[in-house]
């Protein structure tokens, strides 16, 4: 069993930069393929970013995101990180955490573990 809680999110002027964070909880993180998706207001749930298990040497980018967004991780912290540049109002969501042992996928129905999310408005 894997908890995931996400912190880092907040309100930033178009062109700044915020830096999420997804604390996970249990054994073994390292074995776990973890990814962010977002969830704009009256919308549906939609891919950002994912890394693989291991090392994390694989990278999934939404292309939206693509040059501005930038997915890591730290398995000795067991926090996977979302660093954002140049942020625009079309990247204001609620942004979640996700991971799923193995496997590297941009599907959200792969990923069996979720966060709570932690929202994000960019202002023009």
């Known amino acids: 069993q894997v908890q995931l809680v996400e912190s880092g999110g907040g309100l930033v002027q178009a062109g700044g930069s915020l830096r999420l964070s997804c604390a996970a909880s249990?054994?073994?993180?390292?074995?776990?393929?973890m990814a962010w998706f977002r969830q704009a207001p009256e919308k549906g749930r939609e891919f950002v970013a994912a890394?693989?298990?291991?090392?994390?040497?694989?990278?999934y980018y939404a292309d939206s995101v693509k040059g501005r967004f930038t997915i890591s991780r730290d398995n000795a912290k067991n926090t996977v990180f979302l660093q954002m540049h140049s942020l625009k109002p079309e990247d204001t969501a609620v942004y979640y955490c996700?991971?799923?042992?193995?496997?590297?996928?941009?599907?959200?129905?792969?990923?069996?573990?979720w966060g709570q999310g932690t929202p994000v408005t960019v202002s023009s």
């Open positions: 996700a991971a799923v042992r193995g496997l590297l996928s941009r599907a959200e129905n792969d990923y069996d573990y």
């Open positions: 249990g054994r073994f993180f390292s074995s776990y393929s």
């Open positions: 890394i693989n298990w291991n090392n994390g040497g694989t990278y």
